[in-house]
């Protein structure tokens, strides 16, 4: 379970910057935490263009129905010997919650499922749920809690992912979370506890060979902590610590012993929030992560974590997205229970007109394992066209280019790939 060490060692870092900088400050009035000086291009609403959500009693209902068609030169992500395909995707969702003027009670599902035409076998749902709840204790305290549902396949460019499946592995993963925030004009403390239950379906090869997955099955138990002080009303600063304790419902076999791919680990940080006269927004944060294994066979994981995300706002617009961060990650591979991920990426939004958007981005990511030779690298590339026809039709045409490079001793033959998917979609509103 949890080590109430490391979080009695998380609570007093956090909890002693911020009160020596809440010491030194004089209260002063107003919303330090106001975060809209820029407008993003995603953000803006269009009310000649933008569907309005529908009253059903005390409940604001925003729902769509979404269908897109898509081609892809290489449906499988194999290094050799593509084979293309065309995709149908068909979806819906549905979004409500509560109009009062205190507490909340809202309901998000979301349903879609892709339809290869020829490796029909391929084809995977995406389906998603969540019924959450909030009360308002005070003024300055809420309480909250939410139960929630996901399934869906892993995207190829994931590490578990072996070139060439047929069938694709499919998680689902179920759980509840509660929270507890607290908030005055400069200190906001934001608590979550999550635990959640993860199971995989296995995997088929192209030649009938079951892929195995039993091994990913596992419950975690996560909890979140971020304690912050406005400095003024364009900056914050805070201190946060996250705990995760990982428990995997069956041992591998390796050296010849079963192995234990159990871990706790835990993340230190401080970092900042702002929005500056400058034409920046954005929130980040430098830290420490630490996981340790149960098993001693595995090595334990240790460095620098990364969180970060910055807005520029170079004219009313366009805004330019740069994200950036390095975790630890559970890798989906047997021979090593988890990976330091490290990615960047950025992303440009553009109004052309009212109601046409264009998007552009870029995401590179690297994968490393401490008990094998083994990296992994993955450029994700992609482009977006909006056009809001009116309120009730909106077109979308996209493209995504991504590469994907694995090298090392771990890797009996190519396990890199490059696929394009370029295709159309509409999504209508009620």
């Known amino acids: 379970m949890l080590s109430v060490k490391r979080v009695s060692l998380a609570g007093v870092a956090t909890g002693a910057m911020i009160t020596a900088v809440a010491g030194t400050a004089v209260a002063q009035s107003g919303d330090y935490y106001s975060r809209n000086k820029y407008e993003a291009v995603s953000e803006r609403r269009q009310p000649q263009y933008d569907p309005e959500p529908i009253r059903l009693g005390a409940f604001l209902v925003n729902s769509n129905l979404n269908a897109a068609v898509a081609y892809t030169n290489n449906a499988l992500g194999t290094s050799t010997g593509e084979e293309s395909d065309v995709?149908?995707?068909?979806?819906?969702?549905?979004?409500?919650?509560?109009?009062?003027?205190?507490?909340?009670?809202?309901?998000?599902?979301?349903?879609?499922?892709?339809?290869?035409?020829?490796?029909?076998?391929?084809?995977?749902?995406?389906?998603?749920?969540?019924?959450?709840?909030?009360?308002?204790?005070?003024?300055?305290?809420?309480?909250?809690?939410?139960?929630?549902?996901?399934?869906?396949?892993?995207?190829?460019?994931?590490?578990?992912?072996?070139?060439?499946?047929?069938?694709?592995v499919v998680s689902t993963r179920t759980g509840a979370e509660v929270s507890a925030n607290y908030g005055n004009d400069r200190v906001r403390w934001r608590n979550v506890a999550t635990i959640a239950e993860v199971n995989y379906d296995d995997?088929?090869?192209?030649?009938?060979?079951?892929?195995?997955?039993?091994?990913?099955?596992?419950?975690?138990?996560?909890?979140?902590t971020r304690l912050s002080y406005a400095i003024s009303p364009n900056v914050a600063v805070y201190g946060q610590g996250a705990l995760n304790d990982r428990d995997y419902d069956n041992e591998v076999v390796l050296g010849?012993?079963?192995?234990?791919r159990d871990s706790k680990g835990y993340t230190v940080s401080v970092g900042t929030d702002f929005e500056l006269n400058t034409l920046v927004r954005g929130d980040v944060s430098v830290g420490y992560l630490n996981e340790e294994k149960d098993d001693s066979y595995f090595e334990d994981v240790s460095g620098l974590a990364v969180d970060a995300r910055v807005m520029?706002?170079?004219?009313?617009?366009?805004?330019?997205?740069?994200?950036?961060?390095?975790?630890?990650?559970?890798?989906?591979?047997?021979?090593?229970?988890?990976?330091?991920?490290?990615?960047?990426?950025?992303?440009?939004?553009?109004?052309?007109?009212r109601n046409v958007i264009l998007s552009a981005r870029a995401d590179y990511s690297t994968y490393d394992f401490e008990e094998v030779d083994r990296s992994d690298d993955v450029i994700d590339l992609g482009l977006t066209g909006t056009y809001k026809m009116n309120k009730r039709v909106h077109l979308n045409a996209f493209y995504r280019h991504v590469d994907r490079d694995r090298s090392g001793s771990f890797f009996a033959g190519d396990e890199g790939f490059t696929a394009d998917v370029i295709g159309i979609g509409i999504r209508l509103y009620p």
């Open 87 to 168: 995709v149908a995707r068909i979806g819906a969702e549905v979004s409500a919650r509560t109009n009062w003027n205190v507490h909340e009670i809202g309901l998000d599902v979301a349903a879609s499922r892709d339809e290869y035409q020829d490796f029909s076998d391929h084809s995977s749902n995406d389906i998603s749920a969540r019924l959450r709840g909030r009360l308002d204790v005070t003024r300055e305290l809420s309480l909250g809690a939410a139960a929630f549902v996901r399934q869906r396949a892993d995207d190829l460019t994931n590490p578990s992912n072996a070139s060439g499946l047929l069938k694709p």
């Open 203 to 224: 995997g088929e090869t192209a030649n009938g060979i079951r892929v195995n997955q039993d091994f990913r099955d596992h419950s975690s138990l996560q909890f979140q």
């Open 256 to 260: 010849g012993l079963p192995r234990s």
């Open 312 to 353: 520029w706002f170079p004219s009313r617009l366009t805004t330019v997205t740069f994200t950036g961060g390095r975790r630890s990650e559970d890798s989906g591979i047997q021979t090593a229970p988890s990976s330091v991920r490290t990615n960047a990426g950025a992303r440009v939004d553009h109004e052309l007109y």
